[in-house]
């Protein structure tokens, strides 16, 4: 009994023995397998390092050559150059500045006044006898400006009047003729629309040379007075013509010096084609009812002119021409507003932005 538990206790040291014996060799034979992973991973990492690497680099080139290749399309090309366009236009500066941009809308409010001058040359090539004429115009206009070109709509106020009465003799009549003579004294006045057209040449900064067109319609009113006269044979007449000789104006037809006589210039009989007896003031009717006075007077006129700007709200012009009633010249100023902006044109912009 005792016998065989000695050989048990001994097979159990002989197992346990054994079994101490055994770890050791496990446990580097599983260092031995981790080491070698351990440098297969680095291994593995490096080449994706490198393999990355060439990826960007391949990237790059192919980057490269797909820009090259864009080079040829026309839509980037424009695109391109609206963007630059644009970029160019944020950095100009101030849109409200003296020097005006092209790509924005300028708009003016202002007044005006011009001078019409009928000269004596051009009315002598109506009547042998009168003179020159002048007439004023005043009115308010509204300035629409882009790329140097403006449209300037307005509304204006004309008098056509004489101030006094003038003596004429009839074009091609002899002037020892009393019924070749009569008095005019004009109170007509003019109510104008109108449209002028400017280009601009720039000069200097804020100094434009300005060419252009204008074109409207009158509507005119008042009176046209259109009197005979008689010569007063003692030298003292109110009026005094060219000749010499002195007249006055026909109260009444058939008015003579003695009861029962007639000056010739007071009578029908002594004015050609006359149907109406012209006398004591009489007003002229217009062409609707017969007489010679206007009821329309268009207008058209090229013009010419300077255009200052010396600040940003403010501009003003210098400018004259020649209209249907003779040569005018004129000067206006205008307070500028807030310029209108048209954004550039970016051809395809999401297609290249993206």
């Excluded at 009994?1 to 206790?9: E, F, H, K």
């Excluded at 007439?135 to 004309?158: F, K, N, Q, W």
């Excluded at 005019?184 to 400017?198: M, P, R």
Aim: with cysteine; glycine share 12%.
């Amino acid at each position: 009994m005792q016998y065989t538990r000695i050989l048990a206790g001994a097979a159990t040291l002989l197992f346990a023995s054994q079994a101490f014996a055994d770890v050791p060799p496990a446990k580097k034979a599983d260092e031995k397998k981790t080491e070698p992973s351990k440098e297969d991973a680095g291994k593995s990492d490096s080449k994706k390092v490198e393999a990355g690497k060439d990826a960007a680099v391949k990237t790059e080139v192919a980057a490269e050559d797909s820009s090259k290749a864009d080079d040829g399309d026309p839509r980037k090309k424009e695109h391109a150059a609206a963007k630059k366009a644009s970029v160019k236009e944020a950095a100009a500066g101030d849109p409200y500045a003296v020097e005006e941009r092209e790509n924005y809308t300028y708009r003016f409010l202002g007044a005006q006044y011009r001078a019409h001058i009928v000269p004596k040359f051009l009315v002598e090539s109506f009547v042998k006898q009168g003179g020159g004429l002048t007439s004023h115009e005043v009115g308010i206009h509204y300035e629409i400006r882009r790329g140097g070109m403006s449209v300037i709509p307005s509304l204006s106020y004309i008098e056509y009047g004489t101030s006094k009465d003038i003596l004429f003799l009839e074009k091609g009549k002899p002037d020892g003729v009393e019924g070749n003579w009569s008095v005019i004294n004009s109170s007509l006045k003019s109510v104008n629309g109108q449209v002028d057209v400017l280009w601009s040449a720039r000069i200097d900064k804020g100094v434009d040379f300005e060419y252009g067109l204008g074109v409207g319609m009158g509507v005119v009113f008042d009176k046209l007075m259109i009197n005979w006269v008689y010569e007063d044979t003692t030298g003292k007449g109110q009026y005094k013509g060219n000749n010499g000789k002195t007249y006055n104006q026909c109260q009444t037809e058939n008015q003579g010096p003695t009861p029962g006589t007639s000056y010739a210039g007071c009578t029908k009989a002594g004015h050609s084609n006359a149907d109406v007896a012209k006398v004591g003031g009489y007003n002229e009717p217009n062409w609707f009812n017969g007489g010679y006075k206007p009821v329309l007077l268009p207008v058209l006129t090229p013009e010419f002119g300077f255009r200052f700007k010396p600040s940003k709200e403010f501009s003003s012009r210098f400018s004259f021409g020649w209209g249907l009633t003779g040569p005018w010249f004129g000067f206006s100023g205008s307070y500028g507003f807030a310029p209108a902006k048209r954004k550039p044109k970016v051809v395809e912009s999401d297609l290249y932005e993206q």
